[in-house]
């Protein structure tokens, strides 16, 4: 199932978990449709310029060099969730490993959880909502983002 909805342009695709491994790079440059899948492994819809995906948790540098689109994750995401993205809106509704919106220069990301150090560095851009905590060094050297963390 790995590049599953590789470059996708209309309609829908539903995964369903197999149990054995975590599909990666899952609608990786997709321009239009939507995706439903259980558990999401590394390279989640990366490269993502339109449509949506809906996952149950993901691995890392999910959502990575987004320009539009959509993800949601219900449950947990790993690390690097949103890096050098240029538009596109990320909900992570558990918690985020380190490094979410890393680079970042536009766009929207949402984690109700909690999230790892260095959250919104050396980013540009957009916004960034952490509505648990946060750990060190989040915003270091960022500039024209903005950052909301604890704010229930």
Sequence with gaps: MDFAGLELSR????????GKSRPSHVGE??????????????YLGQGMTGG??????CGTYAFRNMSGGWGVILGDA??????????GKILVK?????RVGWLMRSGRITVLGDVGDYAGILAKGGLIR?????GENA???AGGVRIEIGRR
């Design 11 to 18: 309609g829908t695709l539903i995964l369903s978990s197999n």
């Design 29 to 42: 440059r997709m321009s239009s449709g939507i995706i439903k899948m259980c558990d999401a492994g590394d």
């Design 52 to 57: 949506g995906i809906v996952a149950s948790s």
């Design 78 to 87: 790993g690390s690097f969730i949103g890096v050098n993205n240029s538009g």
């Design 94 to 98: 558990g918690n985020a490993g380190e």
């Design 130 to 134: 952490i509505r648990g905590g946060a």
């Design 139 to 141: 915003g270091w050297r």
